[in-house]
Nanobody
């Protein structure tokens, strides 16, 4: 069983930055694909970014490419999402997810999910 806990959300003005963190319990973190997803009010959950188990490969949604960076520290069982140039359309609950896979993975059928952290971007 893997438990994921996100942190780092908050309120920021347009153009600002935030860094989300997600810490995982369990011994399988270093072999897991990790991902970030988000869900805005009234919308379906959508893929944001994913990182392979080694951290050597990443993939991003077109809407965040060039602004967001996903990274991981396997020694700390933690992944990060650095979000720059935030816009009001980035407002959503952001979820961390883990999948027993290894490679980057953009679909939503991950095995474990965090509780989410709210990100609100004001204009």
């Amino acid at each position: 069983q893997v438990q994921l806990v996100e942190s780092g959300g908050g309120l920021v003005q347009a153009g600002g930055s935030l860094r989300l963190s997600c810490t995982a319990s369990g011994r399988t973190f270093s072999s897991a694909t990790m991902g970030w997803f988000r869900q805005a009010p009234g919308k379906e959950r959508e893929f944001v970014a994913t990182i392979s188990a080694s951290g050597g490969s990443t993939r991003y949604a077109d809407s965040v490419k060039g602004r967001f960076t996903i990274s991981r520290d396997n020694a700390k069982n933690t992944i990060y999402l650095q979000m720059n140039s935030l816009q009001p359309e980035d407002t959503a609950v952001y979820y961390c997810a883990a999948k027993r896979f290894g490679l980057v993975y953009v679909r939503s059928d991950y095995d474990y999910w965090g509780q989410g952290t709210q990100v609100t971007v004001s204009s």
